[in-house]
């Protein structure tokens, strides 16, 4: 039995179009999530359906009860997915994420999803700083383009510059094929 789990971050309906925070590229993004999923459920191997609530006042997007909170249909929760709720970057932060990866005796974690800047960063290099062996499907996450101090970086370049921080030193980054 494979010591291998599956994380899905935040794959939800804001980040697609018409939502309150659309990614560039989520729509293919998802399409390789959801082979990725698929070959994961066939192996039978643990699924982790990360899902995040908006909790700050401010919050413009992934609100409560809202159907942009949803998880999008593209990866949508099947039997024997464990759901997990967070409220931070981090899918770890306050969630029993761990405790659940522990129990079930997980050291290697497959991880894929959105925002790759912020959530699929924070959650993989947490991922890597608790000694989980870390593989992240960079096909199979998306972003959007970034402003700072009067320059745009693309999100083409947002997300080649996360994936190649994170690739050798938190994790091995690959890109799906079937």
């Known amino acids: 039995m494979s010591n291998n789990a599956l994380i899905v971050v935040d794959i939800q309906n804001d980040y697609f179009p018409g939502g309150k925070m659309e990614l560039v590229g989520s ?4 399409r390789v999530a959801a082979s990725v999923k698929a070959n994961f459920k066939a192996q039978g191997l643990p699924v982790f359906m990360i899902q995040h609530i908006a909790q ?8 409560p009860n809202t159907s942009g909170a949803e998880i999008h249909e593209s990866v949508k929760i099947e039997e024997g997915d464990e759901l997990i709720i967070k409220h931070f970057p981090n899918s770890f932060r306050e969630t029993p994420l761990l405790e659940k990866l522990q129990a079930s005796n997980i050291t290697e974690l497959t991880i894929m999803g959105m925002m790759t800047h912020m959530c699929i960063d924070t959650t ?3 991922a ?15 972003t959007r383009s970034l402003e700072h101090d009067g320059v745009t970086v693309s999100a083409k370049e947002v997300q080649a510059a996360y994936l190649a921080a994170l690739d050798g030193s938190f994790a091995t980054v690959t890109n799906w094929t079937e």
Do not use: H, Q, W, Y
């Open 27 to 30: 729509e293919a993004a998802a």
């Open 56 to 63: 700050k006042p401010n919050a413009t997007f992934f609100l």
């Open 124 to 126: 993989t290099r947490a």
């Open 128 to 142: 890597s700083d608790l000694g989980f062996k870390v593989e992240l499907i960079g096909n199979a996450c998306a």
